[in-house]
Each structure stands twice: as C-alpha cells, then as structure tokens.
C-alpha cells in the first residue's frame, strides 16, 4: 500500500482543515487507516483511526470532538477533518494503514505516507 497525505496549510485558530490520505493498492479497504502527527521537537503521537469498514473509530483525547476521521473505500480514500484548530495542534500529519485491527500503535501500522504540514497560528 502507498499513501499520499494532503491538504495540509496554514490557518488561524479556531479555523478548519481537511486532510486527505489516497492509497494505492486494492487491499485498501481491509486496513484499517489511521492518522498520526509530529510536533516539531515532540515524539510522533497518535490523532485518530478507522477500522476497514468504517463503523469504528478512535481518537486521541487531545482531539474528541474537534477532529473526525473517515474514509471512502471506492475511493481508496481516508481523511480527517480538523475543526476549532488550536496552536497545539501544529504538527506535521501522518497517515498510516495497518493490516490488523483499530489501533492507537504506531508500531501497528505497517504502511506511512509522506506527511502534510499544518500550521495553525494563534
């Protein structure tokens, strides 16, 4: 699997972003998707993640409510949309596929994609 993440930007606090993740491969929809991010100086962290039919999801407290992750399997497509973005949220963003179930490891996910910046200014 390959994966390209975009739409990453610069937005003001209290602003929206959506990200998109497109995968290649025809295995897509038996992954389950997730979304990781990297602070400049801070570990790699987890954001959220999707199981392969789409009916279960996780979030990292930091995000409850304010992010939402889907996917589109026809489209071989995950996103996250990022709503009410604070400074914190400032990362580069990750997308990640891993062939086991819903997980919050890192070390879970097998397939990463370049990462998309986001900056969110205060």
């Known amino acids: 699997v390959q994966l390209q993440a975009s739409g990453g930007g610069l937005v003001q606090a209290g602003g929206s972003l959506r990200l998109s993740c497109a995968a290649s491969g025809r295995t897509f929809s038996s992954y389950t998707m997730g979304w990781f991010r990297q602070a400049p100086g801070k570990e790699r962290e987890f954001v959220a993640a999707v199981s392969w039919i789409g009916g279960n999801t996780e979030y990292a407290d930091s995000v409850k409510g304010r992010f939402a992750i889907s996917r589109e399997n026809a489209k071989n497509t995950v996103y996250l949309q990022m709503n009410s973005l604070k400074p914190e949220d400032t990362a580069v963003y990750y997308c990640?596929?891993?062939?086991?179930?819903?997980?919050?490891?890192?070390?879970?996910?097998?397939?990463w994609g370049q990462g998309t910046e986001v900056t969110v200014s205060s």
């Open positions: 990640a596929a891993d062939p086991h179930g819903l997980s919050s490891n890192e070390y879970d996910y097998d397939y």
